[in-house]
């Protein structure tokens, strides 16, 4: 089919549009890896200011690793983001099946109960003192159990349940299947395009925390990733005597940026077509 001139002309634009905004999304992300890898020399020389960089170093990664918090900092979050989105999909599958059978006594007011959490919470102070009172404080367990179910992923898990075909359920039931082997061996199997994207959801929101980690611990030895990367960002907030200790500070600032991105970004690609395929089947009944 031959395309019109309109037809052409609009996708162009399309095109240019789109090229625009890949442009203005990569730019930044090119900014911080080329500082990070500038030797310091250059970036002065450039006034702070790379794109390209004429030669490579790793100065900044090796020091950033060897010489500062952020190795302990990366497995404390590799330790919350694991255990803690383990923790999640268990909790959310576990509450998500039973609100999607229609049989289940009180089912209504189960899901209001749900949908309220969505709309009110318990306010910061009430859930420090709930926090405090379960010995909490100062653990890694504050970054993990206050979050264990997010009610918008337990609404969408609901959804995909939902969607699979109820003979499945008949058919377990007649060979003696209880509710809970339907679960693990026949609804499990089934949904995991939607527990990858739950998964991705709670995975996400584990590696980028920050707020609890301010809230709950006071420990240094317990940050995070995202708040140790704030104190080397704050550095340069601070006056310093000249220019030649603020770019060094910023390519560690970079490194650092550059370090609690990446998994994230090397792990979205191999779960990018369950990530869509999840978020449509999920969202098909409501």
């Known amino acids: 089919m031959v395309k019109s001139f309109e037809e052409r002309l609009v996708d162009t634009v399309v095109y240019i549009i789109l090229g625009l905004a890949g442009l203005a999304a990569v730019f930044p992300l090119m900014y911080v890896v080329s500082v990070s890898i500038t030797p310091f020399s250059e970036v002065l020389k450039n006034g702070g200011f790379i794109l390209i960089p004429q030669s490579v170093t790793f100065t900044a990664y090796h020091k950033l690793?060897?010489?500062?918090?952020?190795?302990?900092?990366?497995?404390?979050?590799i330790f919350i983001t694991i255990v803690g989105t383990v923790i999640n999909l268990v909790l959310t599958a576990l509450m998500a099946y039973p609100l999607s059978r229609k049989a289940l006594p009180g089912r209504s007011m189960f899901l209001m109960l749900?949908?309220?959490t969505m709309l009110f919470s318990g306010g910061i102070i009430p859930t420090y003192l709930i926090v405090k009172s379960l010995g909490l404080i100062d653990s890694v367990w504050a970054m993990i159990l206050p979050n264990a179910v997010w009610s918008f992923n337990v609404l969408v898990m609901k959804s995909f349940f939902e969607n699979l075909p109820?003979?499945?359920f008949e058919?377990?039931?007649?060979d003696g299947a209880r509710e809970f082997r339907i679960l693990l061996q026949l609804v499990v199997p089934l949904s995991v395009p939607?527990?990858?994207?739950?998964?991705?959801?709670?995975?996400?929101?584990?590696?980028n925390e920050f707020f609890q980690a301010i809230m709950y611990v006071t420990d240094r030895t317990l940050f995070p990733l995202q708040v140790v990367i704030r104190e080397l960002l704050m550095l340069t907030q601070q006056p310093l005597e000249n220019a030649e200790n603020m770019l060094p500070t910023e390519t560690?600032?970079?490194a650092s940026v550059?370090?609690?991105s990446l998994p994230i970004i090397v792990?979205?690609?191999?779960?990018?077509?369950h990530f869509t395929k999840g978020m449509l089947l999920g969202s098909v009944k409501g």
């Open 65 to 77: 690793f060897t010489e500062s918090a952020i190795p302990r900092a990366f497995w404390v979050t």
């Open 114 to 116: 749900v949908v309220f």
């Open 166 to 168: 109820e003979e499945l």
């Open 171 to 174: 058919s377990a039931r007649m």
């Open 194 to 207: 939607s527990l990858l994207t739950i998964g991705l959801f709670y995975m996400v929101g584990h590696w």
């Open 252 to 254: 560690m600032q970079m």
């Open 258 to 260: 550059v370090t609690a």
């Open 267 to 273: 792990i979205y690609p191999f779960i990018q077509k």
